[in-house]
T-cell receptor, first 114, second 113 residues
């Protein structure tokens, strides 16, 4: 089954404790992205990657890092989480040849930073 | 500056009636417009899209209309069903290939039996 998976699905942590949210896709997509969803703000892009070792900032990159060492994986790293990073996070992937730029989303990771 | 706007946070419709969700945009360079549906505890799923060179695209009960001069698009669901109750996001992107999706804030649709 073609899918984007994220782990963990739920995470409660404390301020300053480094964490990583993993994302993996099995569709051989070149492009991957991370979004956060907050009430009243919709989906905002954090980082994206156009291919292995190619990443770039989205609209709200502060406090986040990403890496793309393999095509299928695109982990999101919070080096020193803060309460304002409490949010619902989505990973997405897209085929390079998608004519309408359709992205496929993972199930989401709900992060709470205390 | 919000480039994609969904001004209605919520919409309530009776089963069998038409649901109309609206979206406005400001960037005339957008080439593609997409609608995503999102259920609680799930990721957004693609519903339907339209190219900027078209004014209508239909897929079963879902039709998207694009008015480029007004920078406005709408999603029509006919007939609406209780299972359509979800949050609907409008998104826009540039040329085909890879282009960032810019999302609106979403509209929560509630279809009551």
């Amino acid at each position: 089954e073609a899918q984007v998976t994220q782990n963990p699905r739920y995470l409660i942590t404390v301020t300053g404790k480094k964490l990583t949210v993993t994302c993996s896709q099995n569709m051989n997509h070149e492009y991957m992205s991370w979004y956060r969803q907050d009430p009243g703000l919709g989906l905002r892009q954090i980082y994206y990657s156009m291919n292995v070792e190619v990443t770039d900032k989205g609209d709200v990159p502060e406090g986040y890092k990403v890496s793309r060492k393999e095509k299928r994986n695109f982990p999101l790293i919070l080096e020193s989480p803060s309460p304002n990073q409490t949010s619902l996070y989505f990973c997405a992937s897209q085929a390079a040849g998608a004519f309408n730029n359709e992205q496929f989303f993972g199930p989401g990771t709900r992060l709470t930073v205390l | 500056d919000q480039q994609v706007k969904q001004n209605s946070p919520s919409l309530s419709v009776q089963e069998g009636r038409i649901s109309i969700l609206n979206c406005d945009y400001t960037n005339s360079m957008f080439d593609y417009f997409l609608w995503y549906k999102k259920y609680p505890a799930e990721g957004p799923t693609f519903l339907i899209s339209i190219s900027s060179i078209k004014d209508k695209n239909e897929d079963g009960r879902f039709t998207v209309f694009l008015n480029k001069s007004a920078k406005h698009l709408s999603l029509h669901i006919v007939p609406s069903q209780p299972g359509d109750s979800a949050v609907y996001f409008c998104a826009a992107s540039g040329t085909s290939g890879y282009s960032t999706l810019t999302f609106g804030k979403g509209t929560m649709l509630l279809v009551s039996p």
